[in-house]
């Protein structure tokens, strides 16, 4: 396979995309977690814990 590639020109609009914060403040708490800290993400996806019966009915 060929590992040279010819450079594209993105659209103006698609060039003006940014990151999504969430997936940034996710690639933050994911260094910690490599060095074997325990983190709690609560940025994105879904908990791995249950709702606090607490809150069920709101």
Known sequence: MNAHFKPIKLSS??????AS?????TRLANEPRRQ?????GL????????TP??????
Request: net charge neutral; glycine share 6%.
């Open 21 to 25: 914060p969430t997936i940034a403040i």
């Open 53 to 58: 019966v607490l809150r069920q009915p709101c």
């Open 36 to 40: 074997g800290r325990d983190v709690i």
């Open 43 to 50: 940025s994105q996806g879904e908990p791995d814990f249950d």
């Open 13 to 18: 609009r698609l060039s003006a995309v940014r």
